[in-house]
């Protein structure tokens, strides 16, 4: 009896994503998709809280793309990826929200995004007091540039440069040309640089000190 409940579970690890979603399409494997909510959780999150720049709405989203998926597991085609199926759904519901809050302009859409890593690149081993909390403040200003960028480029830069995407990767969700992701990429990062620098207000930034932004020194 055990060793049938470790061949189970050890089965259940060893799905692909696209095999465990098709249990949750056939037979609403509660097994399975518990499986996905916690290798997907932690990156869905993310999406949400850059996308929106805020980490409780960002929370709020993530269960809701989970239920979503739930909702629409009939209409997952096994001939697609699994995680172009979810990362279109949660940001379908990103984009929803946006709107919204669109409506209420009162609403921030550059609050902190949580417990995010740094934006800036580390440029010291061990830096300081004072180099922690310059990085901390620069990491809040990419933060709020990001924040700035219309809905359609914010999309490609966090799927492209936070969850490290393929520009064909990027295209199979927005379903869009490739050549378009990277023509919106090229027109994000231009305004990205001018946003920054002006933020920055230095020329000395990290920035401002490139001539033309390279996505990985900032975000």
Not at 9 to 35: I, N
Not at 39 to 68: N, V, Y
Not at 76 to 99: H, K, V
Not at 114 to 129: K, Q, V
């Amino acid at each position: 009896m055990k060793e049938s409940i470790f061949a189970t579970v050890a089965s259940l690890f060893s799905m692909t994503d696209e095999q465990a979603m098709w249990r949750v399409r056939m037979t609403d494997d509660p097994h399975a998709f518990a499986q996905l909510v916690r290798r997907w959780e932690a990156p869905i999150q993310r999406l949400c809280c850059r996308m929106l720049g805020d980490a409780h709405k960002g929370q709020d989203l993530t269960q809701d793309a989970f239920s979503r998926v739930y909702a629409k597991r009939k209409e997952y085609q096994p001939s697609g990826r699994f995680s172009t199926f979810l990362w279109r759904i949660a940001l379908n519901l990103c984009y929803d929200e946006l709107r919204r809050l669109k409506r209420r302009p009162e609403a921030p859409l550059n609050s902190a995004a949580g417990e995010d890593e740094d934006a800036i690149p580390h440029l010291s081993p061990a830096p300081g007091p004072d180099a922690l909390l310059l990085r901390q403040e620069e990491s809040e200003i990419v933060r709020h540039a990001v924040a700035q960028l219309s809905e359609a480029y914010r999309s490609v830069v966090v799927l492209r440069h936070y969850e490290n995407l393929k520009f064909r990767e990027i295209a199979e969700v927005l379903g869009i040309p490739e050549g378009t992701v990277k023509s919106r990429m090229s027109e994000a990062l231009t305004q990205l640089h001018r946003h920054l620098c002006h933020s920055f207000g230095r020329e000395d930034s990290i920035v401002c000190k490139t001539q033309r932004l390279e996505p990985r020194l900032v975000l």
